[in-house]
């Protein structure tokens, strides 16, 4: 099993440019979260989703869209970059919905937006 | 909303000396989870404590959840090298899928 995978691995952006981080998983998990990394400040959640069609809310949202038309796939569409989106952005996923158990995470994009 | 502290912010040890991280809820969890992250690497999952007042232990590793599993702590006896990263929490919430983790403790130990 490949785990959870993540593209591009770098990216550096212009302030207003849109880009769509990748992120995949081959362990059939139904949860599979976005989260971003700012020194000092752990991860935070963006967006996550409970299976194929359904996504909510984390606590970092705004600038961000996900959607989740499979089980293996779940991309975060940045519509406008911002400099403020400057961070390292994780894909993670779990098996359980009802009881959240151990979250698997991918090896991260490092996104500048200039 | 929820918010989860976690101190010291940086630890720096002498190898074989104990090291302590302590994480804090403002709302009552579900359960939490630990993580360590290497530098320049990614969160790995180390443990889930669900149970009020419950304590596991991995080898050197011993994690504690509070009774009104509101905080926890992570220690880890004699450290070596190997130990080094960032150890962060991860508190659940009650009737929702949403982790929130802690600001992380980083740990150097100098040989």
């Known amino acids: 099993n490949a785990g959870v995978t993540q593209t591009p691995k770098f990216q550096v952006l212009k302030t207003g440019q849109s880009m769509t981080l990748q992120c995949a998983q081959d362990?059939?998990?139904?949860?599979m979260s976005w989260y971003r990394q700012d020194p000092g400040m752990g991860l935070r959640l963006i967006h996550y989703?409970?299976?194929?069609?359904?996504?909510d809310q984390g606590e970092v949202p705004n600038g961000y869209n996900v959607s989740r038309s499979t089980t293996e796939d779940f991309p975060l569409r940045l519509l406008s970059a911002a400099p403020s989106q400057t961070s390292v952005y994780f894909c993670?996923?779990?098996?359980?919905?009802?009881?959240?158990?151990?979250?698997?995470f991918g090896p991260g994009t490092r996104l500048t937006v200039l | 909303g929820q918010q989860v502290m976690q101190i010291p912010q940086y630890q720096h040890v002498q190898e074989g000396e104990d090291f302590t991280t302590y994480c804090n809820s403002s709302?009552?969890?579900?359960?939490i989870q630990w993580y360590k992250q290497r530098p320049g690497g990614h969160p790995v999952f180390l443990i889930q404590?669900?149970?009020?007042?419950e304590v596991k232990k991995q080898k050197r590793l011993t994690f504690q959840f509070g009774e009104a599993k509101k905080n926890s702590s992570l220690h880890i006896t004699a450290t070596q090298t190997t130990d080094v990263g960032t150890y962060f929490c991860?508190?659940?919430?009650?009737?929702?899928?949403?982790?929130?983790f802690g600001t992380g403790t980083r740990l150097k130990v100098l040989a």
């Open positions: 993670a996923s779990s098996f359980g919905t009802r009881a959240l158990g151990e979250q698997f």
């Open positions: 362990m059939n998990h139904e949860y």
């Open positions: 989703s409970v299976g194929a069609g359904i996504t």
């Open positions: 709302t009552t969890l579900s359960n």
């Open positions: 404590l669900v149970k009020s007042g």
């Open positions: 991860a508190g659940g919430g009650s009737g929702t899928y949403k982790y929130i």
